[in-house]
């Protein structure tokens, strides 16, 4: 059984930095591939950074130049480090894990992934 554990949120000002990871169980690690997607209060969850078996990333616009994901298969936890974050970042962050066959159009399409963890919050204040 796949079980996703989220920790590393918090609270910072415009501009400030988090990073927030991902502990994965269950599965083969280097076959997935693993994601963080975000909700906004009283918007939709959006994917925001993706990282498939063969190590190809994906970044939403929004968050290009100033999120990065990384993977350590070897530990089974996947990083997302914010950098310059803006009050529009504010939400509950889910890390995501799926065997997404190679060709998927979208590793950011939330309905690829069936598997989740429990959210971690970030809070950005202006």
């Known amino acids: 059984q796949v079980y996703l554990v989220e920790s590393g949120g918090g609270s910072v000002q415009a501009g400030g930095s988090l990073s927030i990871s991902c502990v994965a169980f269950?599965?083969?690690?280097?076959?997935?591939?693993m994601a963080w997607f975000r909700q906004g209060p009283g918007k939709e969850r959006e994917g925001v950074a993706a990282?498939?078996?063969?190590?190809?990333?994906s970044y939403s616009e929004s968050v290009k130049g100033r999120f990065t994901i990384s993977r350590d298969n070897a530990n089974n936890i996947v990083t997302l480090q914010m950098n310059n974050l803006k009050p529009e970042d504010t939400g509950t962050y889910y890390c995501?894990?799926?065997?997404?066959?190679?060709?998927?159009?979208?590793?950011?399409?939330?309905?690829?992934?069936?598997?989740w963890g429990q959210g971690t919050q970030v809070t950005v204040s202006s």
């Open positions: 269950g599965f083969e690690h280097s076959r997935y591939c």
């Open positions: 990282f498939d078996y063969k190590r190809k990333i």
């Open positions: 995501a894990a799926e065997e997404i066959p190679p060709g998927y159009p979208s590793l950011l399409r939330r309905v690829a992934y069936g598997n």
